[in-house]
């Protein structure tokens, strides 16, 4: 038995919480997953899961001897990592999970300089409106907007994006363009979000020194930026979004900024990943390309707030 790999296999298993999450982490057939965890047992001399057809839940034991497996398997990776490092270019392929409006309109744009620094290392972008389980689903990383729930990831931060309040020409020159929020609450039709959990309405918010307004009527609202900023450029309305998703068409003129007086708090951009001992050099090299482009004088000022 190579117990390592059977080491390997089981972390896997317990982390991605199935023995085919494990195979398609491992690129092992599931039965040679299942055949290590086997043989480990056997040579441990207790069960470390049970198993059904649709459930694998972790024995006492096996909570036991993940936490040791675990940390000796992460010390045995960086001690290869610090040897290695040095003399090997990071190469091998990633996983990466955002949003489709981010995707489009930050980060390929920019993803020529990192195949261009890193030309060994391939990349498959997921782009989905949901929030992908990472360990689970394979992922090595993720971007993602606004607070961060997962506790058990290490999340750096990337930069914080403004939003600008905005609408088309033509949607100006038919309704007028109010001076204030309040305004909104009248004739304007308004165009936002609403949560793909719940299907609740998010309300467009309106903050300035000792003021503040909340507009929650949205005659249209989508459950993605790519959507809400369609219907703004169809005339449909005036919304909010973020000034990096919608600064081409402020410079094209297809939108028009409104209420620059009127802020709403930014939104922080983080890269989350799993913890230390899941890092690959490839994985280093895309989070540090990340913090380097996007971070503190990666991405000029004026692209992400405006100010």
């Known amino acids: 038995m190579n117990q390592l790999l059977a080491m390997r296999a089981f972390i896997r298993v317990v982390e991605s919480g199935s023995f085919r999450g494990a195979a398609n982490q491992l690129l092992l057939p599931r039965s040679t997953v299942s055949k290590l965890v086997t043989d480990l047992e056997k040579h441990l001399g207790t069960r470390l899961m049970h198993r059904t057809t649709r459930h694998v839940a972790v024995t006492p034991e096996g909570e036991e001897y993940y936490r040791h497996a675990a940390r000796l398997v992460a010390e045995i990776d960086e001690a290869d990592g610090a040897v290695r490092g040095s003399k090997l270019t990071p190469r091998g392929h990633l ?10 309109n930050i980060l390929i744009p920019h993803l ?4 261009a620094q890193y030309p060994h290392i ?10 992908a389980n990472i360990v689970g689903e394979g992922v090595d990383c993720a971007i993602r907007a606004g607070d ?26 038919r309704m007028g363009t109010p001076a204030a929020p309040q305004e909104l609450a009248g004739r304007h039709c308004k165009v936002g979000f609403f949560s793909h959990a719940d299907g609740k309405a998010k309300p467009m918010l309106f903050v300035k020194p000792g003021d503040r307004f909340t ?5 249209f609202s989508a459950n993605e930026d790519n959507g809400q900023i369609a219907m703004m450029l169809a005339g449909l309305g005036i919304g909010q ?8 068409y402020l410079e094209s ?12 708090p930014p939104l922080p951009f ?7 001992r899941h890092q690959s050099a490839r994985l280093k090299a895309f989070i540090q390309w990340l913090i380097e482009r996007f971070g503190k004088g990666g991405v000029p000022p004026a692209t992400l707030s405006g100010r």
């Open 95 to 104: 996983r990466i999970e955002s949003t489709a409006t981010f995707a489009q």
């Open 112 to 115: 020529p300089d990192f195949h």
């Open 122 to 131: 391939t990349i498959a972008l997921g782009t989905s409106n949901r929030t």
């Open 148 to 173: 961060i729930g997962d506790l058990s990831l290490v999340a750096r931060h990337l930069f914080d994006a403004g939003f600008v309040t905005c609408a088309s020409p033509a949607y100006l020159e």
């Open 215 to 219: 507009v929650s009527e949205l005659q």
């Open 241 to 248: 979004n973020l000034r990096p998703f919608v600064q081409p």
């Open 253 to 264: 003129g297809q939108l028009v900024e409104i209420l620059g007086e009127w802020s709403h």
């Open 270 to 276: 983080h890269v989350v990943y799993p913890p230390g």
